[in-house]
């Protein structure tokens, strides 16, 4: 059965940091981009980060580039994502997500999903 769990999420006040994991079972992780998503109350799913099979490519969106850190560790199926300098903007719902495709943007690409882990920003 193919698995991913996001963990890691809670509540921080502007400012701070969280770190969110994502484990994958179920199918060969190392083959597959990662992805992180989020959805905000009343708002479309944005993409925020991705990182490529091999870990070598990585993307940003603008919203969060300098802030947040992706990265992987194959040998324990689990990709990071390091939240710095959180602003209430960031409160959302953080997904993961895997894709056969060398780095995808959109979620469409995306094969498998999380259940997702709420990420909020106090002011």
């Known amino acids: 059965e193919v698995q991913l769990v996001e963990s890691g999420g809670g509540l921080v006040q502007a400012g701070g940091s969280l770190r969110l994991s994502c484990a994958a079972s179920g199918f060969t992780f190392s083959a597959y981009a990662i992805g992180w998503f989020r959805q905000a109350p009343g708002k479309e799913r944005e993409g925020v980060s991705c990182?490529?099979?091999?870990?070598?490519?990585?993307h940003y969106a603008d919203s969060v580039k300098g802030r947040f850190t992706i990265s992987r560790d194959n040998a324990k199926n689990t990709v990071y994502l390091q939240m710095n300098s959180l602003v209430p903007e960031d409160t959302a719902v953080y997904y993961c997500?895997?894709?056969?495709?060398?780095?995808?943007?959109?979620?469409?690409?995306?094969?498998?999903w999380g259940q997702g882990t709420q990420v909020t920003v106090s002011s």
């Open positions: 990182i490529s099979s091999s870990g070598c490519t990585i």
């Open positions: 997500a895997a894709s056969t495709y060398y780095l995808a943007a959109r979620g469409v690409e995306y094969d498998y």
